[in-house]
């Protein structure tokens, strides 16, 4: 039976990996130090034979025997990988180092969950996998940005250096169930707002755009692209090339929530990307995948989750817990 690590395994998509792989039939072993990550998340797998959760800071070395890694400890969020940058620096870089050094030891094939950030504020429009970027190395966003870009060419090294099994997936923003209520980012941002009438906080003008992905789609393309033959390493770009200004997003989320909420504008923190969409190609041709979820309706299961949440959990909804 094989048996796959998931570090980050109790956050938002790590939480929906670990489910998804144990559907399959392996063993999941979770690896998190609850810093955006949850327990609720992962309570209901808690019981499983083949499900194990181990607390740790992958800045830290781990000694554990697998066959598959799946790397997607790190903060996602701006407010969270802005919070400790230098922690956010070390989980990119340490933690990428001590799990490449994991992989080496047990000849495990490894996953890096990479962003579209390592595109920066892009000037190629749709971001095609060749693009170098235009990150800022010293802006509000680069622990997070040049972490993950540095994590890349940790696992590039190692492949060619160490012959390492190793495979990028560049994310595109994911939504979903399990976000965490106060990672800031916009699509839960916008959905509590409107679910609670609160006013709709749109940063800039709102013409900056953003192209969203659906979590089952994403963690889909992640685990299809862990089933590919070893030559395919990757960046393989995963999102959905759908493209939506923010202020479409915030009027879809009115529209879907029948909220009373009004728009106002905030604003723009520095360095914000001004459109960002992915090509897809290669995840079409590699990896045989396309995202199915439309915006509407994954954005209308979002609702529901969330709605629920502040019914049941409303404590963490607030920030109290
Ligand atoms: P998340 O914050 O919900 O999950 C991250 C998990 O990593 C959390 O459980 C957190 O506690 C854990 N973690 C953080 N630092 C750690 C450390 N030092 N040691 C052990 N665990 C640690 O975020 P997410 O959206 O689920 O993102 C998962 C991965 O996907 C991240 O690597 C992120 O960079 C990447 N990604 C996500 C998106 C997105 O839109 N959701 C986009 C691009 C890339
Ligand atoms: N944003 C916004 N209002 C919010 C939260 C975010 O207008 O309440 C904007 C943000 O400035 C950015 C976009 O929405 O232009 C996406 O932000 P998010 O933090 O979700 O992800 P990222 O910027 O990392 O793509």
């Not at 940790?154 to 965490?180: A, D, E, V, W």
Request: aromatic fraction near 8%; charge should be neutral; glycine fraction near 8%.
């Amino acid at each position: 039976m094989k048996r796959v690590l998931v570090t980050g395994g109790s956050g938002f998509l790590g939480s929906w990996l670990c489910e998804k792989i144990l559907e399959k039939g392996c063993e999941v072993i979770c690896v998190d130090n609850f810093f955006t990550g949850a327990k609720r998340n992962i309570y209901h797998l808690l019981d499983n034979p083949k499900f194990e959760l181990i607390r740790h800071d992958v800045t830290f070395p781990l000694y554990i025997e697998c066959d598959e890694i799946y790397n997607l400890a790190c903060p996602a969020s701006p407010i969270h990988y802005q919070h400790d940058p230098v922690q956010t620096v070390k989980t990119c870089v340490h933690g990428a180092i001590n799990m490449l050094g994991l992989a080496k030891r047990l000849n495990a094939k490894i996953l890096q969950a990479s962003t579209s950030e390592v595109y920066g504020d892009p000037a190629i429009h749709p971001q095609v996998e060749e693009y170098w970027g235009n990150v800022n190395p010293i802006g509000i966003r680069s622990c997070y940005d040049e972490g993950k870009r540095c994590a890349e060419t940790l696992f590039n090294c190692y492949r060619m250096q160490n012959s390492l099994r190793t495979k990028i997936i560049r994310i595109f923003n994911t939504y979903g169930p399990r976000m965490h209520p106060h990672d800031g980012r916009v699509v839960s941002n916008f959905i509590l707002q409107a679910l609670q009438n609160k006013d709709i906080t749109i940063y800039g003008d709102g013409s900056q755009t953003r192209s969203f992905c659906y979590r089952d789609d994403l963690i889909d393309g992640m685990i299809k692209l862990m089933a590919t033959p070893d030559e395919v390493t990757g960046p393989v770009n995963v999102g959905n090339p759908g493209e939506f200004t923010i202020l479409q997003l915030a009027e879809n989320v009115i529209d879907l929530t029948g909220s009373n909420s009004k728009i106002i504008r905030m604003p723009l923190p520095a360095d914000d990307p001004k459109q960002r969409k992915p090509d897809i190609s290669k995840a079409q041709k590699l990896l045989n995948w396309q995202p199915t979820t439309p915006l509407r309706e994954g954005l209308l299961k979002t609702i529901a989750y969330f709605d629920e949440l502040l019914k049941t959990e409303p404590e963490f909804c607030r920030g109290e817990e």
